[in-house]
């Protein structure tokens, strides 16, 4: 029988108090404080769009946004419409944290434009995509690829939206493969800092993993990131026929996906109202991090599921990655990687100090594969290689056989 837990009567009635009379510790992020690269006019917030709002719709208007609806989120060969795709795990990451922000009172805005963004950057076929994508850049460069850096750099650097510092910010470390019992943030005040920051991102990858939030906003979608995919997740794995219910079990937080949700936001903002950091209590935080280990061993790190990927994909994806160097390299301008990527980013016009065509080729060539849907990346490596035996093979609504 699933538990739901319920917050304090003494929370319960602060927060409905404050409601009341609006008088509550004020831990919000303010807008008069937002730092932008660009002090422009147009950027500038009024009565009907407040300051965060502008990053939210250049983010929602951003054409790589559009891509976010067939990306994968864990399972790529499923073509099944209720299995999750990375859209619907935004909008859960956005609404589980703003929930918990107007428990807590803070700027529900800058959480939404954090949320909305915070996986932009991410490759085709999930996480194991983005493994790939970090192999072959790092081959051929040293460099290291991390979706929560790229997304920064869809937002900052191929478009130059002149988004904000704290929203920038809170995308960087929005890290969800790393849960903290508390978030305490850690102030950011220069985007000079931030750059040297990023820098150090593509060649450190435990810096990388090391970052804080500099908002409580940013605490707050860093925990929800983890909240949205743990159960719903599960719930997937179910669906593909990979795990049945069954092999769930934490009597602290529950098993499945409602459980797993309100009990960890009811828990977030019993131990975070109006204190200066965003924590779990250590039975909560401990139960969460013995989910995350069910759902890596059971989900994650299935061999039956995600070797097929390295089986196709893989190879494919290195076979892609050195013919659009190439092109890059040769000038082929009839090049997808020109017709298709540096076109398209050139029609959407931002004043650049340089152009974006004059980038160093690995990165083009991993801004554009980065960019990617599934089905785009399948469609493109056929394109190029129209003889070649590698093929992704998905499984329907009505195949017995699991993923």
Known sequence: MPKYEVLSKEISQ??????????????????????????????????????FVHDIDKIMHCPFYNRYTDKTQVFSLCKNDDITRRSLHVQLVSRISRTIGAALHLNLDLIEAIALGHDLGHTPFGHTGEDYLDELYRAHTGRRFAHNVHSVRVLDGIYPYNISLQTLNGILTHNGEIELEEIHPEPLTSFAEFDRMIERCYVDPVYTRSLMPSTLEAGVVRLADIIAYLGKDRQDAQRAKLVEESVFVNEDIGSINAELINNLVVNIIE?????????????????????KRDNYALIYNNTVSFSKLDQTVKPMMAEVYG?????????????????????????????????????????????????????????????????SPLKVEYHGYFDECTI
């Open 14 to 51: 602060q927060i409905e108090q404050a409601k009341q009379t609006g008088i509550y510790e004020r831990v919000a992020f303010d807008d008069k404080n937002v730092v932008r690269r660009q002090n422009l006019a147009k950027d500038t917030a009024s009565v009907w769009r407040p300051t």
């Open 271 to 291: 131990n975070s109202y109006g204190k200066p950091y965003i924590k779990l209590d250590t039975k909560h935080f401990k139960a969460l991090q013995r989910s």
């Open 323 to 387: 013919q659009l160097l190439d092109d890059l390299k040769n000038n082929n301008i009839y090049s997808p990687v020109f017709t298709h990527h540096i076109d398209y980013i050139n029609t959407v016009h931002y004043k650049r100090a340089v152009p974006y065509e004059s980038a160093e080729p690995n990165q083009i060539v991993v801004d554009y594969i980065a960019s990617m849907t599934d089905n785009y990346f399948i469609e493109l490596h056929h394109y190029l290689f129209p003889d």
